[in-house]
């Protein structure tokens, strides 16, 4: 195959990132289509530099840090590479990768990670938290969205297989697109934690400090407990939330990979509030023998096994149903009365369902053996999925 990768952007090494380094793994000869990127990035998922080409975003003023406000410019972006020269194009989207342009000759594979979540679910959150739910700045930015919604919709045109990263995903890019998709969970390094029978006292969050994940929550709801609580991750809610904290909850900030990983086994439990694709650090914590405490929606009801009381062969957690300060503490509590009833061999058996060379050997066999489908019988691209007809919109 000769293909080409595309992903949105590649500032931070996130989840996404990390189904990006597994591609370039199995194609370590495809060039890299990216918006916007930092070298040391590209560099640390194995790409070399002079196989990455960026948009013109990238000569935009301090782009690897303002790229989201340049959201508008994404289409224009996005259609502006060249991918003429390729058979297959292996897109890594949450936001416009999927959009690039294909002739019906040339195979489209997306791997979704989510539908451009501030164009769909998250609307009125998103205006309401950027302060864009009124007045002119509001009806500029409900038309920007609009556009970017009418465009996402139009480019799923361009796709002949969706991969989504669970199936409440690919739920959502039904919604959406009103396509269908073949669920590969991504990729979770498990090898790299190690479990730990012994807990020690504190429980611990670890997440981008941004509104959607629910950081205060968490803070405010520990606080009222009184019981420690340690907090990893740095983003614009940083501030405000060390305002509101007891002397229980310590912020830590960024850490490294190796440093999250330790205080992972050691910790008590692992809160989660946010509703999530997937959420790959849930997955991480269950390696390392420790209990997950989550909000049950998206998915995580399909990561983590609920406890009901009586099923500890298979319990790696507990739910809470409401994003509200009383309902996770109530989880807490309930969860205090259960926590030695946790078993640690449980946890890791069922991380080890979302290993790496799992994801590894289902990615390579889908893109392979749907690319040869395609060139045996072109004609019929995309059947059984509903799209090929007029997928350049």
Known sequence: MNLALVHDWVITIGGAEHCLEVFHELWPEAPLYTLVYQEESVRRLGFHPGQVRASFLQRFPRAQRWYRKYLPFYPLAVESFDLSGYEVILSSSHAAAKGALVRSDQFHVCYCHTPVRYAWDLTYRYLKESGLDRGLKGLIARSILHYVRSWDTLTANRVDHFIANSHYTARRIWRAYRREATVIYPPVDVERFRVREKKEDFFLFVSRLVPYKKADLVVAAFTELGLPLCVIGDGPQFEACRKMVGQNVEFLGYQHDATVADLMGRARALIFAAEEDFGIVLVEAQACGTPVIAYGKGGVCETVVAADGVNWEEATGLFFHEQTVDALAAAVRQFLAWEGRFRCEVLRRNAERFGRE???????????????????????????????ASRNG
Request: net charge neutral.
């Open 358 to 388: 799992r994801f590894k050997q289902e990615i390579g066999a889908f893109v392979t053996e749907r690319w040869r489908e395609f060139a045996a019988h072109p004609a019929l691209c995309g059947a059984g999925d509903s799209t090929c």
